[in-house]
């Protein structure tokens, strides 16, 4: 077996000994491998790809979801294995597989662990492995991205808080595939294909990976005191008891539309719609090493 490694410099956790730290577990277990650092955006896609047409059957992303989301994105439908190891602010698809957050653990559970197939995600064909997002935790993936000095969970919840405070919820209406429709101002709308954003918030507990289904949660802007309430839930599994805020829906595929423009996110890449973007989902079509 060979192995491929990409590196993010610039995740969450710090990866500068990473290298050190690979190649040591690989000279005693006598692995081919190679570790190449990403320069910018979009240049984990470009050392996928170049794994691929170098041979190389198992392709590891080494930090957050971003990174997983590039390196992942070549991988949809083919026979080679991606890794996982988690250096990012909220390691969410790491989390949803129970792979572990040390990285000694996650580097030899990737030489040890046998490959497993999960669905992917897709708003309007683009690619996504953990979660989607429309409303206020699209907005704060944006200015995260745009503002955060520093990587890791503090800013997170920075920008989630002052978000929060001034939020006003957009109009959209989802148009499901039975033809029924549904109006709302959500404050969050997530399509996910795991049960847990990052961070440990397991916003959609009902959900599995491989379970050929989306999970839509709808959640209405409540007030301050409410929030408070339900917030110790999003982190335990109970989010959804709170039915006078919270719908949840199963599904294969749905169609959002809105008048104005929104933000959107993929696995927290923000992005831009017209207006309009079609969510659906493909059965197991990733190979992913996990526990």
């Known amino acids: 077996m060979s192995y491929f490694f990409i590196i993010n410099p610039n995740a969450g956790k710090k990866t500068t000994d990473i290298e050190r730290i690979i190649g040591a577990e690989c000279a005693l277990r006598r692995i081919k491998w190679e570790a190449h650092f990403t320069q910018d955006k979009g240049h984990a896609r470009q050392l996928s790809r170049r794994a691929l047409i170098a041979g190389f059957h198992n392709i590891i992303a080494v930090g957050g979801d971003g990174t997983i989301r590039e390196v992942a994105e070549p991988l949809v439908g083919r026979e080679q294995n991606l890794g996982i190891l988690p250096c990012g602010s909220g390691n969410g698809l790491a989390r949803n597989l129970f792979i572990p957050l040390d990285i000694s653990q996650a580097l030899k559970g990737i030489f040890e662990w046998r490959a497993r197939e999960i669905d992917v995600g897709l708003a309007d064909g ?36 002052k978000t929060f405070i001034n939020y006003k919820p957009q109009v ?17 709308f997530s399509v996910l294909n795991g049960r847990e954003y990052g961070g440990g918030a397991k916003i959609a507990p009902n959900a599995f990976l491989d379970d050929g289904l989306l999970n839509v949660i709808f959640v209405r802007k409540p007030n301050l005191f409410r929030s408070l309430v339900a917030l110790p839930d999003l982190f335990n599994g109970k989010f959804l008891r709170h039915k006078d805020i919270v719908s949840e829906f199963r599904l294969k595929s749905l169609t959002i539309k809105s008048s104005e423009r929104f933000v959107y996110h993929l696995d927290g890449e923000d992005f831009k719609s017209e207006g309009e973007i079609r969510f659906s989902v493909l059965e197991k079509m990733l190979r992913v090493k996990a526990p």
């Open 126 to 161: 683009n690619p996504f492995f953990c979660a989607a997002g429309i409303g206020l935790d699209a907005e704060v993936a944006k200015l995260f991205n745009e503002n955060a000095r520093r990587r890791g969970i503090l800013p997170y919840v920075y920008f989630s808080v």
């Open 172 to 188: 959209i209406s989802a148009h499901f595939a039975d033809g029924s429709r549904l109006r709302m101002k959500p404050l969050v």
